[in-house]
């Protein structure tokens, strides 16, 4: 029998990714296999290693819920095996969560297993929606209280000591009962035009609130068609939800951004989006792989010293390029006497990475504009460095000026449709999804990948000139950046607040 493996159980928080604790993240990343619950975020989610086992015992369309006594199983048969298992729950698994049941069968069979709490809902959802749970002019306690009942039972609350408590009231999978909880509380003698506020989707891009008192929650709840997961909030904190509300002021709040840049460079972007309020799904259209071997990149290795010029136009070609010398048993001595080029910013940050600092960068970021920097230096002999099937501007204008250019092509952009159906859904159902489109390869991968799929809802956000052409000839509706930056993006994706 192989050797036992170990359970961690994770509080996942709320929703935002950013919430998510850094021993829980860290226990997501050495996962073999990670159970999860519907209500966790979708940014928490992203945190799984890409090799680990997903299994999804929450709900879904037409789904009915994975029994408990079945997840137990799950995470026993699966640490039988010798695997490290997270149980990644929403919010805190201890707080209504039934993280207790889930150990019982585990301590039964000696499996090791560890806790990480998680951040509440019932503390960091009304903190998103402006309401302080507690304040020392309107209440000294704070009372967190399930809204679910047992199956076949009525809710099991004390309402009548809650009201002589005079708290701030914090209702937990209440939404089904929120009818039953208000009249409850007015029975008990609860003032009726006491603040009250039902919170969905919280700390997420869809968090929205339904303020009211507490007499009218349950008719205005009807009215706005509120849905689980939801908090409900009782008490006079609520009235403070207007001047203390930041979330819902987020420029991107509300807005779904598609990012497709390649995983490995993605998360600057999404991350960036995520802070303004977007709801961020991260699509990598295109991945790169280096091209191994490459006879090309291994003779102008050995030529370096013959040229003028070394020319990157991304950050994966730097990646690439100092990959291989390094394989070769060299550094970035081998670069002596030679001056370097990059298309923009990203590509001189990558190049920062081995303590080189760019000659030159083209007040433009894009092939045309570098090529014709390079053109002004009247260099004698470049090596390009780039991916293959790089636009022939560079080379042309380059050559044109009577400079020998070798282009010497080091990675393979591949085309990836991992997400494809989920993206295709949004564009089904939202009016307009924004989707960052950050090179020209990225946007053929998107079409690509989403073949047959009605691309009129998108509004594609291009870094440049070049890439917006490539979207054009799609047919894409687009928008460029002010600038080829990050920065230009992000302010490009704000202006659609």
């Given at each position: 029998?192989?050797?036992i ?21 860290e ?14 975020g ?7 290693p890409?090799g ?9 369309s037409?789904h ?155 008719a ?10 939801a ?13 203390f ?13 598609v990012?497709?840049?390649?995983r ?31 006879p ?27 990959q ?9 001595r ?10 923009g910013?990203?590509?001189a940050?990558?190049?920062?990475l ?26 004698e ?22 400079t ?34 950050t ?49 230009a ?9």
């Open positions: 029998m192989s050797e493996g170990k359970v961690t159980l994770v509080g996942g928080g709320p929703g935002d990714g950013g919430l998510l604790t850094l021993k829980g993240k226990a997501l990343e050495a996962a073999d296999v990670v159970v999860y619950d519907r209500l966790v979708e940014e928490v989610l992203s945190f799984i890409e680990a086992e997903r299994v999804n015992v929450g709900k879904e037409s009915h819920l994975v029994p408990q006594w079945r997840i137990n199983e799950i995470l026993l048969e699966q640490a039988l095996t010798g695997k490290h298992v997270v149980r990644l729950k929403g919010g805190d698994p201890f707080l209504f969560g039934r993280g207790g049941e889930e150990l019982e069968l585990l301590a039964e069979h000696n499996v090791p297993f560890e806790v990480v709490p998680g951040i509440t809902s019932a503390l960091s959802v009304p903190a998103y929606a402006g309401i302080p749970v507690t304040h020392r002019d309107f209440c000294s306690s704070l009372h967190i209280i399930t809204g679910h009942a047992r199956e076949g039972k009525p809710l099991a609350i004390n309402f009548e000591a809650l009201v002589k408590a005079r708290g701030t009231l914090v209702f937990l999978m209440g939404v089904s009962a929120l009818k039953r909880i208000c009249d409850g509380l007015l029975e008990a003698g609860m003032d009726p035009e006491t603040p009250a506020a039902v919170i969905e989707n919280g700390a997420r891009s869809d968090q929205r609130k339904t303020l009211a008192l507490l007499s009218t929650l349950p205005e709840a009807e009215r706005r068609e509120v849905q689980s997961p908090v409900i909030i009782v008490g006079k904190v609520c009235g403070l939800s207007e001047g509300d930041w979330f819902d002021k987020l420029p991107l709040k509300g807005r779904t951004v990012v497709t840049r390649p490995s460079r993605a998360g600057t972007l999404a991350y960036r989006l995520r802070k303004l309020g977007a709801r961020v799904v991260e699509y990598p259209c295109i991945e790169t792989e280096a091209k191994e071997p490459c090309a990149l291994d003779q102008a290795l050995e030529e370096l010293p013959g040229y003028d010029w070394l020319a990157f136009t991304s950050p994966a070609g730097v990646q690439v390029f100092f291989r010398l390094e394989a070769l048993g060299r550094d970035a081998a670069l002596a006497g030679v001056r370097l080029a990059v298309i910013g990203g590509t940050k990558e190049l920062a081995h303590g080189l600092k760019a000659d030159l960068m083209p007040e433009v970021f894009d092939a045309e504009h570098l090529a014709r920097a390079l053109a002004e230096e009247k260099p002999r470049v090596l390009l460095c780039r991916a293959a099937m790089g636009t022939p501007v560079l080379t042309s204008v380059l050559r044109e000026a009577g020998a250019v070798d282009d010497v092509h080091i990675y393979n952009t591949l085309y990836r449709s991992g997400k494809a159906a989920e993206v295709a859904e949004l564009l089904r159902t939202e009016k307009e999804v924004l989707v960052t489109f090179s020209a390869s990225t946007v053929t991968g998107f079409v690509r990948s989403l073949e047959g799929v009605d691309l009129g809802h998108v509004m594609g956000l291009c870094i440049g000139v070049q890439t917006q052409a490539a979207a054009k000839q799609f047919g894409l509706r687009t928008k460029v950046a002010g600038q080829a930056t990050m920065d993006l992000v302010k490009l994706a704000c202006s659609f607040s």
